[in-house]
C-alpha cells in the first residue's frame, strides 16, 4: 500500500487493467453489442494489451512519458471513439503531470481531472447522457471528497472505483444522448454503457495496484 503514485504502480495498474480488460473482453463487447458497434470488449483489450508490449520495449523515465505513451497507443491501436476518448484522456494526463517519477494522492486527483476534462472536451458528454463521463464524474467527486476528509490514497481510489461502478451501473436506465448509442432514442434503456463499464474496470484495477492488490 501506498500513499505515492509511481511509475511503478502506473505499470501495475496498466498491467492489471489488460488482464482485467481481457477477462472481461466478451462482456463488454455483450454490452456493446446492445447500444454500439459491438467491438468494445475487443478493442479495448487489443488496445491494452499493445500497451503492455510497448511499456516493456521501451519502459517510460517520467509520468509525463508514460501517460502520453499509453495514450498514443491507445489513439493508434483502438478503433472508433473509444481511441479517441481514452487516447485523450491519458494524453491530458501527460500534459498535467508534475515533472518527475512520483505524485502525491491530491496530484493524481487533479491529474485524473485534467484527462476527464479533455474527455469531456473532445466528446462534449455531461453527466446523464450513459457515457462514461457518468462513471468518471462521481468517481472524481468520490475521490476529491476522501482526500478532503483526510483518507490516504488507497482509501480514496477504492472509493472513486465503488463511485465508478455505481455510476456505470446507474447508465442502465438512461437514454443516450451521446455516440452510436443516441441513435436508438428510448431503445438505449435498459443497457449499461460499455463506456462506462470499462472506465470503472480502469478504475477498480488502480485501486488494486495502489492498495497492492494487483497481480
Not at 489488460?18 to 479495448?44: F, P, Y
Not at 473509444?82 to 518527475?100: E, Q
Not at 473532445?122 to 462514461?132: E, I, L, N, S, Y
Request: net charge negative; aromatic share 4%.
Amino acid at each position: 500500500m501506498t500513499d505515492t503514485v509511481t511509475l511503478d504502480v502506473l505499470e501495475t495498474w496498466i498491467r492489471h487493467s489488460a488482464g482485467r480488460l481481457g477477462v472481461e473482453a466478451d462482456r463488454l463487447t455483450e454490452l456493446d453489442s446492445a447500444i454500439g458497434d459491438a467491438d468494445h470488449g475487443t478493442n479495448m483489450k487489443r488496445g491494452f494489451t499493445a500497451i503492455v508490449a510497448k511499456l516493456d520495449a521501451a519502459p517510460p523515465q517520467t509520468l509525463a512519458e508514460f501517460f502520453r505513451s499509453v495514450g498514443m497507443t491507445l489513439v493508434s491501436k483502438v478503433g472508433g471513439a473509444s481511441g479517441s476518448l481514452y487516447g485523450t484522456l491519458f494524453l491530458d494526463m501527460a500534459r498535467g503531470a508534475p515533472n518527475g517519477t512520483s505524485m502525491s494522492a491530491d496530484d493524481w486527483s487533479r491529474v485524473l481531472s485534467a484527462g476527464v476534462a479533455g474527455v469531456v472536451g473532445r466528446g462534449h458528454a455531461q453527466p446523464g447522457d450513459k457515457t462514461m463521463i457518468d462513471a468518471f464524474t462521481p468517481a472524481l467527486d468520490a475521490l476529491s471528497r476522501a482526500l478532503d476528509d483526510g483518507a490516504g490514497l488507497a482509501e480514496a481510489a477504492a472509493a472513486a472505483a465503488t463511485a465508478a461502478e455505481r455510476g456505470s451501473a446507474d447508465t442502465e436506465p438512461l437514454v443516450a444522448r451521446k455516440g452510436r448509442a443516441s441513435y436508438l432514442g428510448e431503445r438505449s434503456v435498459g443497457h449499461v454503457d460499455p463506456g462506462s463499464a470499462s472506465t470503472a474496470i480502469l478504475l477498480r484495477a488502480f485501486a488494486d495496484a495502489v492498495a497492492g492488490d494487483a497481480p
